[in-house]
């Protein structure tokens, strides 16, 4: 099956640094990805749409600034953390589709747990 | 998107066949259903997905009513790994199911 993967799985960083996240569609390619925020106990909340090649959609709330969204190719998306603070402490997780499988179904990585001290 | 209520949590024991139902009372002729599982610190994993009656595959079964306006996931014979969160969700054939809306699923726990 399609295969996406997060790097790093877990990373902790000082307030006020940014943090880079990679979400990776091993074994297709991947036109659109999206990016979800999970606090502990919640559930996922979309936080952005990327398409390769072109600016991230973000959702109602999301500010574009601290969170850059890249997807320069069809198998790479990256969201960037700027200026983290302990509020922005939280699972990040990716989803991809494109030319592999239904089109209703989401292949999510693994996630990438973010904690600002 | 069709909002969906589940309940928040359920319990069972090794061996039992487990029901988790959803519903989506405003369910549109587009939507379809899907259920993931979730583990903790872990990204969702996809188990099964239908648009109406049953749907079966090697890991659940799926009851979808003709009115569509709620779904059963079946596990059978769970085991202490399905412990996990499960959701439902509903969407729209024309939307790209990356894009999602997760509900507030509903919390397993199998005992021994």
């Known amino acids: 099956g399609a295969v996406v993967s997060q790097h790093p799985s877990w990373v902790i960083c000082k307030s006020g640094t940014s943090v880079k996240i990679e979400c990776r569609s091993l074994d297709f390619q991947a036109t659109t990805m999206f990016w979800y925020r999970q606090f502990p106990k919640q559930s996922l909340m979309l936080m952005a749409t990327s398409n390769e090649g072109s600016k991230a959609t973000y959702e109602q709330g999301v500010e574009k600034d601290k969170f850059l969204i890249n997807h320069a190719s069809l198998t790479l998306s990256t969201l960037t953390v700027t200026s983290a603070h302990p509020e922005d402490s939280s699972f990040y997780i990716c989803s991809a589709s494109g030319d592999i499988g239904r089109n209703t179904e989401a292949f999510f990585g693994q996630g990438t747990r973010l904690t600002v001290v | 998107l069709a909002k969906t209520t589940q309940p928040i949590s359920m319990d069972s024991y090794e061996g039992q066949e487990v029901n988790i139902t959803c519903s989506h009372n405003n369910i549109a002729t587009n939507d379809y259903i899907t259920w993931y599982q979730q583990f903790p610190s872990q990204g969702p994993r996809f188990i099964i997905q239908?648009?109406?009656t049953k749907v079966t595959n090697e890991v659940a079964s799926l009851f979808i009513p003709a009115d569509r306006k709620s779904s059963t996931l079946s596990l059978p014979r769970v085991s202490l790994s399905d412990t996990a969160v499960y959701y439902c969700?509903?969407?729209?054939?024309?939307?790209?199911?990356?894009?999602?809306?997760f509900g507030d699923g509903t919390t397993l726990t199998v005992k021994p």
């Open positions: 969700l509903v969407g729209d054939y024309n939307t790209n199911a990356g894009k999602s809306t």
């Open positions: 239908g648009y109406k």
